[in-house]
T-cell receptor
Framework: AQTVTQSQPEMSVQEAETVTLSCTYD???????LFWYKQPPSRQMILVIR??????QNATENRFSVNFQKAAKSFSLKISDSQLGDTAMYFC????????????FGKGTKLTVNP | NAGVMQNPRHLVRRRGQEARLRCSPM?????VYWYRQLPEEGLKFMVY????????ESGMPKERFSAEFPKEGPSILRIQQVVRGDSAAYFC????????????FGSGTRLTVV
């Protein structure tokens, strides 16, 4: 079975600065996807970024980028130029390719952006 | 495109009552997933359904919980004889099944058992 570990329960950052959220996972699969989701106080789950395991290039979406280290089974999220609206819970998730495509989530990191 | 619609947004039930949670997938989506989020936890997979079929229910508790996705109408997650431990946020997600883009989540139903 796959597991996802987020070792930072809470983090804070000053507005306009950069922060990195950590995520490690355990799997014996070779083909899979990794995701970061944002959950603001509204509770809505919002997809931030995704990475296919077969791609060596790290995914980037505007101010959000990942550092994907497949051999180390590490998938960290970097948020640049942090904004107040980035304050939320952030969840790392794993999906095995094929099968029922269910997501396995970590416990989350609560990020607070301070003015 | 209205997105994934879940209702009610909040549901309060007394112990022993039944809870029915509804999920209407995005237009064109025939795959529905249900997840449960306990306080201070990430989401945990419960069940995956396609129209009229349960594909994977490996995350569903063996008793009191059931799910359906009929040919017409929303997907329903039913919890019979609720207990305090069932208090959680229940999320539905839908996809077209063609690409694993992490699919689209609804806003969740927060169930409180008193």
């Amino acid at each position: 079975a796959q597991t996802v570990t987020q070792s930072q329960p809470e983090m804070s950052v000053q507005e306009a600065e950069t922060v990195t959220l950590s995520c490690t996972y355990d799997t014996s699969e070779n083909n899979y996807y990794l995701f970061w989701y944002k959950q603001p106080p509204s509770r809505q789950m919002i997809l931030v970024i995704r990475q296919e395991a077969y791609k060596q290039q790290n995914a980037t979406e505007n101010r959000f980028s990942v550092n994907f280290q497949k051999a180390a089974k590490s998938f960290s999220l970097k948020i640049s130029d942090s904004q107040l609206g980035d304050t939320a819970m952030y969840f790392c998730a794993f999906m095995k390719q094929g099968g029922s495509e269910k997501l396995v989530f970590g416990k989350g990191t609560k990020l607070t952006v301070n003015p | 495109n209205a997105g994934v619609m879940q209702n009610p947004r909040h549901l309060v039930r007394r112990r022993g009552q039944e809870a029915r949670l509804r999920c209407s997938p995005m237009k064109g989506h025939s795959h529905v997933y249900w997840y449960r989020q306990l306080p201070e936890e990430g989401l945990k997979f419960m069940v995956y359904l396609q129209k009229e079929n349960i594909i994977d229910e490996s995350g569903m508790p063996k008793e009191r919980f059931s799910a359906e996705f009929p040919k017409e109408g929303p997907s329903i997650l039913r919890i019979q004889q609720v207990v305090r431990g069932d208090s959680a946020a229940y999320f539905c997600a839908s996809s077209s099944g063609r690409s694993p883009n992490g699919y689209t989540f609804g806003s969740g139903t927060r169930l409180t058992v008193v």
